[in-house]
């Protein structure tokens, strides 16, 4: 089964990704580092597929994305520096560990901690923030390798996916990581942005 591919522009795609999202259904979609895979963070059929098509371990907590700085909130406990910290820094290509709410997503905590991305892409500002959805992502490779950057490699290896988004590219490099519940703020991959060090 070949997925449908749909640009970001295109006016059916809300109505899609909702269908999908409901269904159990993954997605290929594009942000401002790397083009993402996932779904519904609570959807255990979604979470299985990205896995098993991944190599990915299922206790391997995946990143929760969001479509605005103001849906955080919804799954993370803010004090006043990391409310600051994060109304500073996003949306943009970082993804924070933050202390989780009771009713986030399991998929995207580990021992207490949430991460939270707020990708500066219009996929995510205009098409994601219009059906006030959040995603589980990680980048589109098998586990191990270097995330996919050609849309015509996504087609060919990760054709089980039920849609593929195609949108303007981002920078090509995964996000930096950034502990917020440990101070000084820690970068779990790549450098502390200026003003974090």
Not at 72 to 87: K, N
Not at 117 to 131: K, L
Not at 152 to 176: H, K, Q, T, W, Y
């Amino acid at each position: 089964m070949n997925p449908l591919f749909l640009s970001e522009n295109d006016p059916e795609l809300s109505a899609v990704l909702v269908e999908i999202l409901e269904s159990g259904g993954i997605f290929i979609f594009p942000s401002d580092t790397v083009y993402g895979i996932g779904g519904n963070p609570w959807d255990e059929q979604a979470l299985a597929r990205v896995c098993t098509m991944k190599g990915r371990r299922a206790d391997q907590p995946f990143t929760l994305h969001l479509p605005t700085l103001a849906s955080v909130e919804r799954f993370a406990r803010l004090d006043t520096g990391v409310r600051a910290i994060l109304e500073r820094f996003l949306p943009g290509p970082l993804t924070f560990l933050l202390a989780a709410r009771e009713g986030a997503p399991r998929s995207a905590i580990a021992t207490g901690k949430i991460g939270v991305r707020v990708p500066d892409h219009s996929f995510f500002g205009a098409v994601m923030a219009g059906i006030d959805r959040p995603l589980f992502g990680t980048s589109v490779n098998r586990s191990g390798e270097p995330p996919l950057t050609r849309i015509e490699e996504m087609i060919e290896r990760f054709n089980r996916v039920d849609l593929i988004v195609e949108g303007s590219p981002g920078s090509g490099s995964p996000s930096a990581i950034i502990d917020l519940t440990v101070s000084p703020p820690r970068a779990l991959r790549g450098d502390l942005p200026s003003g974090l060090q």
